[in-house]
């Protein structure tokens, strides 16, 4: 095996386990020797026999000098960093340590109200101040785009000590903001951009999509090798460019808010997943890109169905369009997304999400022409169901409204707290966070005022059937408030 088809830390992993010697050491299933039949059948043998820790030829996350070092710098190098450190606690791992690593408590910071909730775990560990920016919203579709750059350059004019900002690209829906002036921006102000590119792992791969972040000039990546690449769920890297975050800090923060008994097997992945990537990354997603522009295009001959494309891109907020990303709007149907969604699984199909008015789906680097014909043929379906047999309907749920901030995200986390019925906390500091995942951004954070707009909202949301998170009361009926 040459050097570029070496996977260093998979290959250490496999010689370690075939080495015969006698395990005295974590974890407990003594590379499966416990293992019950249901793991076993679970994880494979030889996975099982992989699965161990703490040996010196398997190198340590905290202070990697052998195969994970190498492992990290191969990913470095593929995705045009100067630095990858690997996250076994997924992006949100990731995005809490680069947040540590740049911030300190009371630093104001600027960052895109349509962030994932991830991003509050952030401000609440940093300490640090959200300044807010309000993305462009597509009042059609309901959803939130990107935050313009001159929206950014506003915000940093106005608030002088910010000391970063923090970008959301692509969105969840796949699309992407202005980044290279948003990045020019910051750097202008001598200050880092930290961007959340959690489903932007394949943009590198293919000269159809949008530009990575990376390459658009940011400063710390937080992204999801799990999401649309080949690693195993959890897995997930930050990636350091230039240093106006300096590397010892990032590695000080990223060691701080990592788990000390870190799973070999999801760092193997994305070892692995940099392989892949390497040898048949521009095929893979080359293929998902086609796959996609001609699923677009059948999706939008059906009846009461539409799929938007590069032709609502090129408008504030909106720049480039991740192809991959098949957002089907369903109010032609009289259906919210919601329903589609409950009908698709029906016929086996299981999207990404749903929220009020669409369906999402994602057409990855694993796709073929046999996975892209069954969602079509689903959707078909779907339209012939409930084409002309229902007015078509635009719901009046879309973005959350924009709330006034009394407290910090910190502040508000620690803050004694009480439970009052949802009614009744109209000008009240929420303690807690309300989200509805998928998408996961927040429509209340703490510290955030809350008003009758927003319980409005609240109730309509969740009376089409997304899921709450981050409430204490799943059902909304109560919210906990500052007392």
Not at 172 to 182: M, Q
């Amino acid at each position: 095996m040459n050097e570029r088809e070496r996977a260093p830390l998979a290959a250490a992993m496999k010689a370690y386990a075939a080495s015969g010697a006698l395990a005295f050491h974590t974890p407990g299933h003594k590379q499966g020797l416990g293992a019950h039949p249901l793991l076993r059948a679970l994880v494979t043998e030889e996975g099982l026999r992989e699965e161990v820790s703490l040996a010196d030829e398997l190198d340590d996350l905290h202070r990697p000098e052998g195969c994970l070092k190498e492992a990290q710098e191969k990913a470095a190098r593929l995705w045009g960093a100067d630095e990858a450190i690997f996250s076994v606690n997924g992006t949100t791992g990731a995005i809490h340590a680069m947040m540590t690593a740049a911030l300190s408590p009371g630093d104001e910071v600027i960052v895109p109200r349509n962030m994932h909730r991830s991003v509050v775990g952030g401000l609440i560990l940093s300490g640090a101040r959200p300044v807010y920016t309000a993305p462009e919203t597509d009042e059609t579709l309901g959803i939130a785009h990107g935050v313009t750059a001159a929206a950014v350059r506003r915000a940093l004019d106005e608030h002088p000590a910010a000391r970063a900002v923090i970008a959301v690209y692509p969105t969840y829906y796949g699309v992407a903001s202005e980044l290279r002036e948003i990045a020019a921006a910051a750097h202008e102000k001598r200050l880092p951009l930290l961007v959340d590119e959690a489903h932007g792992a394949h943009l590198r791969f293919s000269d159809e999509l949008p530009p990575d972040a990376l390459s658009c000039g940011a400063d710390l990546v937080a992204q999801s090798t799990h999401k649309l690449l080949g690693a195993m769920t959890q897995a997930s890297v930050l990636f350091r460019n230039g240093g106006r975050v300096p590397p010892e800090r990032v590695r000080r923060a990223a060691s701080l808010l990592a788990t000390t008994s870190p799973n070999y097997l999801l760092m193997a992945s994305l070892d692995i997943a940099r392989l892949q990537m390497e040898d048949e990354g521009e095929i893979r997603v080359g293929r998902a890109v086609r796959l996609a522009a001609e699923l677009r295009a059948e999706i939008n001959a059906l009846p009461g169905l539409w799929c938007f494309g590069r032709e609502r891109m090129q408008r504030p907020g909106a720049a480039a369009l991740d192809v991959t990303k098949l957002t089907v709007n369903v109010s032609g149907l009289g259906l919210s997304g919601e329903e589609a969604m409950r009908f698709l699984r029906e016929k086996q199909i299981q999207a990404e999400l749903a929220d009020a008015r669409n369906v999402l789906f994602i057409v990855s680097m694993a796709d073929t022409g046999k996975e892209t014909e069954r969602l079509l043929t689903a959707l078909a379906a779907l339209s012939k169901e409930y084409a002309g047999r229902r007015e078509a309907s635009v719901l009046s749920v879309s973005t959350p409204p924009s709330l006034p901030t009394e407290l910090s995200p910190r502040e508000a986390f620690f803050a004694v707290r009480e439970s009052v019925p949802l009614e009744k906390a109209a000008g009240r500091v929420a303690a807690e966070e309300v989200a509805f995942y998928p998408p996961g951004i927040p429509a209340i954070v703490p510290g955030e005022i809350v008003t009758p707009e927003v319980i409005d909202y609240l109730r309509e949301t969740a009376r089409i059937g997304l899921k709450v998170t981050g409430s204490h009361d799943p059902s909304l009926s109560t919210i906990c408030v500052v007392k």
